[in-house]
């Protein structure tokens, strides 16, 4: 068998596999519609906003390839000094024996660290900036933001740092851009001449004036093209840490890297005659919420994050204005009891308490921090809105495994809104579904209350407001309020949720009656989650309510763990080196066939001279063919 046939016979093998890996890899969202942005119904047009989510890429780099190395040839740690102090011959070669014994595992070692890991490393790159590629060029989103942990640590050195952010930009995120300094701050970014033309006391009081402005930019939605060539990097702990070890330091090495960790602005929509207060607004919110509890080791840093947030209440609409919404975009998760999703609620803090070292969620007061102060919610049916708040979503990462909840308050002398005869039987709640699924933001009312909050205060009760008409619960049965524990609590389930929501003292309450807020924890797009990402979209529907209402919609998909991505490739390569050798290997076979095809002339048999070969050569007008039996015929 000739060998460019086996070359071809494994190529003709591997040819639709080849296909059917590369063709998904590379059209994937073509073929899964969960990986599109969500549109208007009946409408031909995509949303006017949508942001493509990405979360936790978590860039490794020299750290993780030390971590590796550090594993070679371990079997002769201290041999030596063993061998000097073994007291007989017997030990001191059984030391040898053994040391010698493990070579063959630390070569595997060395391996792991010398070579596989720097692949690893390589692959995991190409891995997420395919995924950014594709999606950005099938999907075309108006945004790009990444949730958090941008990198894999944020203990690394500042030159490690610039490398793995090299690598961020150039190789992950390529074709995109930090978001100018003028829309985060509201200032045109200064040269680095003209900063060392400052003086320091000059430059500290410029700083400290930009962090005060806060950005607060209006812009028409879509007027301004660039944003879908920009990255909106929010902050994460593996980026400049939690509560307990974040400094100036790592946050400003964050900031001139990848942008500012606190920043907001306005989407105005276009083809309005109505001014920028009054035309239907969408408000991008980008919040710390890394250092929100306590303890933390910088206070300041801590109060600017409190200060951003009282910022938002203060420059907000009213509550009353249905025709604004707020997309807060962070990275920790709300808090939310045990078995809700994958993380649980978990606090770790360093030695003495003097910070918090690790948490997988907020704290239920910074959550309600949140909730009641940047979307205006409240337990307070009396609040300005009647506690409903102002439309939006929260999206976020942390949790790699992802969860997608709503999150509600009862309202104490409120109907539950339950049917009665729901209230009177056990119900029994479906399960937990996918948030694949795109599913219409709810439609209540959500407008805002109006006040500040700092860290560690109790936020103000509602019915502090000696406008507020005191709440009389004697007139309300034992169905329409819950328990003494649960009143002014937050709870959460997942989305989307049941009609009604039962809770352990055997009260009902109906999630369509009150206040509540969509919060979308995206799965990890790092392979060992799937490489997933999120799509958002916010589109104004003028038929709601008096004057249109913002409605948002989440659609979530992946592209499938990072050895799909590795074996399409691996086959495409392998499929592609035997075509090309079975082309060569046949060419060269051709070749020396033809060699041996012209290489047996007339008289010839097997290429063999015999004798007579010359017969009727040189001899003009007659011609030689050969007979059966070796004789000659002349032909005059």
């Known amino acids: 068998m000739q060998l460019s046939r086996l070359f071809f016979l494994l190529a003709l093998v591997l040819a639709p596999v080849a296909l059917v890996g590369t063709t998904w890899l590379y059209l994937y969202p073509l073929f899964d519609a969960a990986c599109a942005f969500p549109s208007p119904p009946g409408s031909t047009s995509p949303a006017p906003f949508r942001l493509l989510a990405l979360g936790d890429p978590q860039l490794e780099g020299n750290t993780a390839l030390r971590k590796a190395r550090a594993k070679v040839f371990r079997s002769f740690d201290n041999i030596v000094d063993n061998v000097r102090d073994a007291e007989t011959m017997l030990e001191k070669w059984e030391l040898v024996r053994d040391a010698v014994k493990g070579i063959p595992k630390d070569i595997l070692m060395a391996l792991e660290g010398f070579v596989r890991k720097p692949i690893d490393i390589w692959g995991n790159d190409w891995y997420l900036a395919h995924i950014v590629r594709t999606l950005r060029w099938w999907t075309e989103p108006s945004h790009v933001a990444v949730l958090g942990d941008l990198l894999g640590s944020q203990w690394i050195n500042n030159e490690e740092f610039e490398r793995r952010s090299r690598r961020y930009w150039d190789v992950v995120f390529r074709g995109l851009e930090r978001v100018p300094e003028r829309i985060m701050t509201g200032y045109e970014e200064q040269g680095q001449d003209e900063k060392e033309d400052l003086g320091e006391k000059q430059e500290d009081e410029d700083r400290h004036e930009r962090e005060k402005r ?85 206070t300041d840093l801590q109060r600017e994050t409190y200060d951003f947030m009282n910022h938002v209440v203060t420059t907000s609409r009213s509550v009353n204005d249905k025709t604004h919404a707020t997309v807060l975009l962070t990275h920790i998760p709300l808090h939310k009891k045990p078995g809700v999703c994958v993380d649980s609620p978990f606090f770790d803090f360093f030695n003495g308490g003097s910070g918090v070292k690790e948490q997988n969620m907020l704290s239920e007061h910074a959550s309600k921090s949140v909730l009641e102060s940047v979307f205006g919610l409240s337990s307070n049916h009396y609040a300005e809105g009647q506690g409903f708040g102002r439309r939006g979503i929260i999206v976020n990462g942390h949790d790699h495994a992802g969860c997608d909840v709503l999150h509600y308050t009862t309202q104490p002398g409120v109907d539950s809104g339950c049917p009665e005869e729901i209230k009177m039987h056990k119900h029994h709640l479906p399960s937990a579904v996918s948030n694949n699924n795109t599913v219409q933001f709810p439609e209540e009312p959500v407008l805002q209350d109006g006040f500040t909050v700092a860290p560690n205060d109790t936020l103000p009760d509602a019915d502090s407001s000696p406008d507020i008409p005191p709440q009389d619960y004697s007139s309300s049965s034992p169905d329409d309020k819950s328990s003494e524990d649960e009143q002014f609590t937050w709870h959460a389930h997942r989305f989307p949720p049941p009609p009604h929501a039962h809770h352990q003292d055997g009260t009902c309450t109906s999630l369509a009656s009150v206040p509540s807020l969509r919060e979308v924890t995206l799965r990890s797009m790092m392979g060992e989650f799937s490489g997933y990402a999120g799509f958002l979209s916010a589109w104004f529907d003028t038929a709601r309510g008096a004057k249109g209402e913002w409605v948002i919609e989440v659609n979530t998909c992946g592209v499938g763990v990072q050895h799909w991505w590795w074996a399409a490739h691996i086959i495409d390569v392998i499929l592609a080196v035997a075509v090309a050798l079975g082309c060569v290997l046949a060419a060269g076979e051709k070749k020396k066939e033809a060699k041996k095809v012209g290489g047996v002339g007339a008289g010839s048999i097997d290429g063999k001279k015999k004798s007579g070969d010359n017969v009727g050569q040189d001899i003009p007008g007659t011609a030689v063919v050969c007979g059966g039996d070796g004789g000659h015929v002349e032909i005059p």
């Open 214 to 298: 806060w950005g607060g930019t209006v812009e028409v939605l879509g007027q301004d093209a660039s944003w879908a060539h920009r990255a909106i990097n929010i902050a994460g702990n593996h980026d400049i840490g939690y509560a307990g070890d974040i400094d100036v330091n790592r946050i400003e090495r964050f900031e001139r890297t990848y942008g500012k960790v606190n920043w907001d602005i306005i989407f105005t929509l276009p083809n309005t005659t109505l001014p920028d207060t009054d035309a239907p607004a969408l408000r991008l919110v980008i919040l710390n919420t890394m250092n929100l509890d306590t303890p933390a080791f910088d």
